[in-house]
């Protein structure tokens, strides 16, 4: 406590690092709160990659289960030029 204010953390953005430092900070018992300016969930025709520094960091953050259920596993990967020529 300080000058009888609870400490606590906010976190701006419900986006994947959003949300995993709010559930590791929560897990470790630190008061979180969580702020989006999205009002709703929207498609957004992206990719999230989970590189492998990514993945143990979630599954020390106890959100291993989530990668698993929810990645998929990367079969290829092609890099090409603007006009689609492979690299």
Not at 11 to 23: E, N, V
Not at 34 to 60: C, D, Q, W
Request: hydrophobic letters at 50%; proline letters at 3%.
């Amino acid at each position: 406590m300080n000058g009888g204010q609870e400490n606590r953390v906010l976190i701006a953005g419900a986006g994947l690092a959003g949300l995993a430092a709010a559930s590791a900070l929560r897990a470790g018992g630190v008061p979180t709160n969580v702020y989006e300016r999205a009002t709703e969930l929207l498609p957004a025709g992206a990719v999230v990659s989970v590189m492998a520094n990514a993945a143990a960091g979630l599954e020390r953050a106890g959100l291993g289960l989530l990668v698993e259920e929810v990645c998929v596993p990367v079969q290829r990967l092609d890099y090409l030029d603007w006009k689609g020529r492979y690299l």
